[in-house]
């Protein structure tokens, strides 16, 4: 499985990014494809998944409202469209996969890529 993220980089904060991933390597029938971000210092949190077959979505608190994930079937890729950016947001984000098996853990990740929200 290989996951190449996109789509990084500097914006000001309330401005928007779209990060997109391009997954290949499987087909990704019953899996949940997620961001995750990794601030300085802090450790790697979930930001939002979706479910690939049916596209069932879920947020952390500190995005919801802000941030929308969706996967494309034909192109294999999943976007988070990030809105009103804040500092706070400033992270490397990474795509990662698992099963949708509830005990599986999230065992395939992309690169990251940089977002940096000034103020």
């Known amino acids: 499985v290989q996951l190449q993220a996109s789509g990084g980089g500097l914006v000001q904060a309330g401005g928007s990014l779209t990060l997109s991933c391009e997954a290949s390597?499987?087909?990704?029938?019953?899996?949940?494809m997620a961001w995750f971000r990794q601030a300085p210092g802090k450790e790697r949190e979930f930001v939002a998944g979706?479910?690939?077959?049916?596209?069932?979505?879920s947020y952390a608190d500190s995005v919801k409202g802000r941030f929308t994930i969706s996967r494309d079937r034909a192109k294999s890729t999943v976007t988070l469209q990030m809105n009103s950016l804040k500092p706070e947001d400033t992270a490397v984000y990474y795509c990662?996969?698992?099963?949708?098996?509830?005990?599986?853990?999230?065992?395939?990740w992309g690169q990251g890529t940089l977002v940096t929200v000034s103020s």
């Open positions: 990662a996969t698992k099963s949708m098996a509830r005990s599986a853990p999230y065992n395939n």
């Open positions: 390597g499987r087909t990704f029938t019953n899996y949940i």
């Open positions: 979706v479910t690939w077959n049916v596209g069932t979505t």
